[in-house]
């Protein structure tokens, strides 16, 4: 279980100078689907490096539902799919997580059948699945939508197809990856999202006995093959947290050294690091440092984007550190509609942040003041703990059943480098 659960709030003493070392966890994002992958797999696969969250529990508790069998051990997880006794979603299970509509081209791919209801997750305004059932309609794939759930049905098999994506939606991109692997013929993706993520999906299938090319590029090809095996393998860094933790050790004026990063994977948000004034070094393959111990100043602009662009995910603690900084600061949104409610609660604390649609503006103020605040989303609740971790004072979050999903004891962690953080 995930390290905050059964926790109600978060209370955070703001001031502290960060310092010290971490190691990032195991990507939330890349997990999701390789749980839902091994679905296709005739055996049993280990996973490496799993971060404990209450989104990879859900997880595991559909790949239960579904026959297989999930082991946890330390951080790894083990499951034989040898067996597949059922291809329902109950409703419950689904409306854990947004992402787990991820199963819906697992399933598909090993049963040629399944019946799911629309998923839950973060309210960040609309994330139709339009794109995932045009797909799958083209692939062969019967799907009637009845009272909120999904009946899908491939009499004939799954067939490989041309799809070209409107948008480059990650999670569309891997339900077609899923389908696609044990389809018959082949199929092209094109305009195919390109986050580190996806590739991470297609080295796993590729291990069982996939064949996938073009993963991380606009064009992807899977040509069909009978049937997958087991494999091992290692789950890529959280990107997100990550930046995550760059954006506490800066706004705390701080310094910090992450192991196992992936610079390549944040490159996108390094220069937003450099404009404000911190310096940053690369180690190796996988240590980033950062120092930002001197006077800091406001980045310009930060526009999000699909991969390879400036990630939305890390755009609110982003946010949370612009808000201590010298000058102003442009945000435009262009993934989801209702992305800045973290600002709200950010101006409880004394932040100056004005919102029109997707643009905020941000002006920096020299203090902020604790207060009691609520996350309402993952990445906000993060945005409110870096926040808080610079506020005078004591600042209280609820809600943070949120941040559970994506962070693998964040409190702890941030204890290790010196925060004044325990969760009640």
């Keep these: 279980m995930a390290v905050l659960s059964g926790a109600q709030r978060l209370v955070i ?36 490096n799993c971060p404990h969250l209450t989104d990879a529990d859900a997880a595991c508790r559909i790949l239960n539902c579904l026959g297989c069998k999930c082991k946890r051990e330390q951080n790894s997880i083990s499951i034989n799919s040898e067996q597949l006794v059922n291809t329902d979603v109950p409703l419950e299970l689904m409306r854990e997580m947004r992402s787990s509509i991820v199963f819906l081209g697992a399933i598909l791919g090993r049963a040629g059948h399944c019946r799911l209801s629309f998923p839950g997750g973060c309210e960040l305004g609309p994330r139709p699945i339009d794109l995932h059932i045009l797909a799958l309609r083209k692939m062969g794939v019967d799907i009637k939508e009845e009272h909120g759930y999904l009946d899908c049905n491939a009499p004939k098999g799954i067939r490989g197809a041309h799809i070209s994506l409107s948008i480059p939606s990650v999670g569309a991109t891997e339900n077609i990856i899923l389908a696609a692997v044990t389809a018959k013929g082949n199929t092209e993706i094109n305009n195919a999202a390109r986050e580190p993520e996806i590739v991470d999906l297609a080295a796993f299938l590729n291990k069982c006995g996939a064949k996938i090319t073009g993963a991380g590029t606009g064009t992807i090809i899977i040509e069909g093959v009978p049937k997958l095996g087991g494999a091992q393998h290692s789950v890529i860094p959280d990107r997100i947290v990550a930046a995550t933790y760059l954006c506490c050790a800066a706004i705390t004026r701080g310094e910090l ?88 609660e950010l101006s409880r604390l004394g932040a100056k942040i004005s919102v029109d649609n997707r643009v905020a503006v941000v002006e920096g103020v020299e203090r902020l003041t604790g207060a009691d605040l609520e996350a309402t989303d993952l990445r906000g ?32 962690n941030l204890r290790k480098i010196g925060a004044d953080i325990e969760n009640k």
């Design 13 to 48: 003493g703001g001031g502290k100078r960060l310092s010290g070392e971490l190691e990032v966890q195991g990507a939330k994002n890349s997990i999701l689907p390789l749980l839902s992958g091994t679905v296709l797999c005739r055996g049993e696969s280990v996973l490496h």
């Design 257 to 344: 050294l992450l192991k196992n990063a992936d610079f390549n994977h944040i490159s996108a948000v390094i220069p937003a690091f450099e404009q404000m004034g911190c310096s940053i070094y690369t180690y190796g393959k996988d240590r980033i440092y950062i120092n930002a111990s001197k006077n800091l100043r406001a980045p310009h602009k930060i526009i999000t984007s699909v991969h390879p662009g400036f990630p939305t995910d890390a755009q609110p603690m982003i946010m949370a550190l612009a808000s201590t900084l010298k000058g102003t600061t442009v945000f435009v949104e262009t993934i989801f509609d209702n992305r800045f409610r973290h600002a709200q």
């Design 381 to 412: 609740g993060a945005a409110l703990v870096t926040a808080a971790l610079f506020a005078e004072g004591t600042s209280t979050i609820t809600g943070i059943s949120h941040i559970d999903r994506g962070y693998d004891d964040l409190v702890g």
